[in-house]
T-cell receptor
Framework: EPEVTQTPSHQVTQMGQEVILRCVPISNHLYFYWYRQILGQKVEFLVSFYNNEISEKSEIFDDQFSVERPDGSNFTLKIRSTKLEDSAMYFC?????????????FGNGTRLTVT | GDSVTQMEGPVTLSEEAFLTINCTYTATGYPSLFWYVQYPGEGLQLLLKATKADDKGSNKGFEATYRKETTSFHLEKGSVQVSDSAVYFCALSDREAGTALIFGKGTTLSVSS
């Protein structure tokens, strides 16, 4: 069964550094998402992406964050200058269509640790 | 705004015990409701869903009924197995295309033999 893949599984970075988290959504999916989960807290929505542009973003997704679909397969999340509070598990997800009848498929996540 | 509240974990059960994980929600519209499961080392997987009041979602022996009157979507299973050990997330979606899911904090279930 096709799956969403994320790399790396664990990234350690120093505060102030830039990080890029990578995701390969399922190939025929059109909607892409990033979520994060700070340890012990809720899974939080960051951003959704459709038709090569951001369709929705949360308050968390400030100017330090950006997303890109640089080619036909990858979907990346960039954090320009990481802060300690960016430490979290970041999940990429994709879905084939819009609406609630098209389920979200999640990757296994990238654990980001900012020191 | 919309929100989901789940019972605090961890929940520790013996094999074949009955499971209930409570979930209540707050939403301005008519949301769809979901349970996702995360097995150790894996991503979130959709377990079941219900899109309107009184719908019952079911999968792998798990069930949840959409109760509009109590704004609840409690997850139940009659007889848990060790392989059900995972983190369970209740979630809602209140809008159409491009919809973002709103998750609860997750409840860790540990089943021992």
């Amino acid at each position: 069964e096709p799956e969403v893949t994320q790399t790396p599984s664990h990234q350690v970075t120093q505060m102030g550094q830039e990080v890029i988290l990578r995701c390969v959504p399922i190939s025929n999916h059109l909607y892409f998402y990033w979520y994060r989960q700070i340890l012990g807290q809720k899974v939080e929505f960051l951003v959704s992406f459709y038709n090569n542009e951001i369709s929705e973003k949360s308050e968390i997704f400030d100017d330090q964050f950006s997303v890109e679909r640089p080619d036909g397969s990858n979907f990346t999340l960039k954090i320009r200058s990481t802060k300690l509070e960016d430490s979290a598990m970041y999940f990429c997800a994709s879905r084939e269509g819009g609406g609630n009848n098209s389920p979200l498929h999640f990757g296994n996540g990238t654990r980001l640790t900012v020191t | 705004g919309d929100s989901v509240t789940q019972m605090e974990g961890p929940v520790t059960l013996s094999e074949e015990a009955f499971l209930t994980i409570n979930c209540t929600y707050t939403a301005t519209g008519y949301p769809s409701l979901f349970w996702y499961v995360q097995y150790p080392g894996e991503g979130l997987q959709l377990l079941l869903k219900a899109t309107k009041a009184d719908d019952k979602g079911s999968n792998k022996g798990f069930e949840a009924t959409y109760r509009k009157e109590t704004t609840s979507f409690h997850l139940e299973k009659g007889s848990v197995q060790v392989s059900d050990s995972a983190v369970y997330f209740c979630a809602l979606s209140d809008r159409e295309a491009g919809t973002a899911l709103i998750f609860g904090k997750g409840t860790t279930l540990s089943v021992s033999s």
